[in-house]
């Protein structure tokens, strides 16, 4: 394994990797997002756009001079990510989804982790489109491609090459050291979506690296719609889904269990896809002629599963030499806003725009949006009119809290502190 690249802590450069296709909208939030994240050494920020048929070009183009990009020819996930690694100038990748939000510290406690030459992988949680629950914290994933998100904490004890069980992150906030990704070869361009990362830890962790889980390194993602799922975020084309599962079982699972278990594991999976569908069009979720889709994805998944499992891998279906050589370019680094006044503000305001458009909320917005300008962190609390959430808006977190009466304490009740706040 090549340690050379063993710089600690904030010394190392990052990569930052954004792949997308049509969501230009909120390709721009992410990229916007970014000139808040706190690091002291130097980032650069990769895009690799799809062939997207949206406003994204517009997008990128808008922000040529601050980041690097590319065109990716076919709607595949692992193509484009293979895109950005070969790009990529920094000592680590980072991927983030282009519907997702870091949480200013970010990049630094993705760098502590990698202090360790041992290191090959970093990831943090995960909060949902709500901004207050998680999506993801801690998980692991079997050789089957099945995962088991009932951990509590961290699984360093099942870094070892051949565990049959090992730790996973979740795409949207995963990073690689760059030399560590290009000695396993990059993404396995197989999978064009679905259990794409999932192939890549268990990669790293088979050439001996270890997979760090953080309790921390946030990202926020907001689940935009795609190809692949509605806005009510039930996917509704399946045929990658079953076909990945499929090929990634007969790829890693038969040093461990013969075909015939490999067999029925698919089998299972593929009833409880019919299950999830059945359920998703009696809750009116998709229409009927999405049941017919899934059947005959069933079908054609199946056949070139089983087809593409059992003949290997591809020969180009990784990152060699030619395809890194044919991505040029130097280290862009990406310009932050910087420190600014170096503080973090939070603003308690009851009423806060859109929606509650009165002077003191209109105040506090234009507040708050005045400090985020100079570079500081700053969160406004104000109530919600339906859940508990938080947003990035124009550079502020705005946390929306639901109404709750608590028992006022008798300090607050001396102070005549009002029940309502």
Not at 39 to 57: A, R, W
Not at 192 to 197: R, S, T
């Amino acid at each position: 394994m090549n340690r050379s690249d063993s710089r600690s802590g904030s010394a190392l450069s990052f990569s930052i990797v954004i792949n997308t296709l049509n969501r230009g909208s909120s390709l721009d939030a992410t990229l916007r997002s970014l000139k808040w994240l706190k690091y002291e050494s130097p980032f650069e920020v990769i895009v690799v756009n799809g062939p997207s048929t949206d406003e994204s070009d517009e997008v990128i183009a808008r922000w040529q001079g601050s980041i690097r990009s590319a065109s990716c020819p076919l709607a595949n996930l692992s193509v484009s990510r293979n895109i950005g690694i070969c790009m990529a100038r920094g000592d680590v990748v980072a991927f983030i989804d282009d519907d997702a939000i870091p949480e200013p510290e970010w990049l630094m406690h993705l760098a502590g982790a990698y202090a360790d030459p041992q290191v090959g992988a970093v990831g943090g949680h995960v909060f949902d489109h709500t901004g207050y629950a998680f999506q993801y914290r801690y998980g692991l994933v079997d050789r089957f491609g099945t995962a088991d998100l009932s951990p509590a904490g961290a699984t360093p004890h099942l870094c070892y090459p051949k565990s049959f069980r090992f730790p996973h992150l979740l795409g949207t906030n995963s990073s690689f050291r760059t030399s560590a990704l290009l000695e396993i070869g990059g993404f396995d361009e197989e999978y064009e979506y679905f259990l794409d990362e999932t192939d890549v830890c268990l990669r790293i962790v088979d050439a001996g690296y270890m997979i760090v889980q953080l309790p921390n390194a946030y990202v926020h993602h907001k689940f935009a719609p795609s190809s692949i799922r509605g806005h009510n975020k039930v996917p509704r084309n399946r045929y990658p889904i079953i076909k990945n599962k499929i090929y990634f079982t007969l790829k890693h699972a038969r040093d461990f269990h013969r075909v015939e278990q490999i067999l029925h594991e698919q089998s299972a999976f593929i009833k409880g896809q019919r299950e999830e569908m059945a359920w998703a069009f009696d809750n009116d979720l998709i229409v009927e002629d999405d049941l017919d889709a899934f059947e005959q994805d069933v079908d054609r998944a199946l056949a070139v599963g089983l087809r593409r499992g059992l003949e290997g891998i591809k020969p180009d279906a990784m990152i060699d030499q030619q395809k890194r050589s044919h991505w040029s370019g130097d280290f862009l680094p990406f310009e932050p806003l910087g420190e600014g006044d170096g503080l973090t503000i939070v603003l308690v305001s009851k009423d806060f725009p859109p929606g509650h458009g009165g002077g003191i909320g209109t105040f506090n917005k234009d507040l708050a949006e005045a400090y985020a300008a100079r570079g500081n962190t700053v969160h406004v609390v104000t109530r919600s009119p339906d859940i508990n959430r938080v947003d990035f808006e124009n550079g502020v977190w705005v946390h929306r809290l639901e109404n709750r009466r608590i028992e006022r304490l008798p300090r607050a009740i001396a102070q005549k502190v009002p029940q309502d706040i």
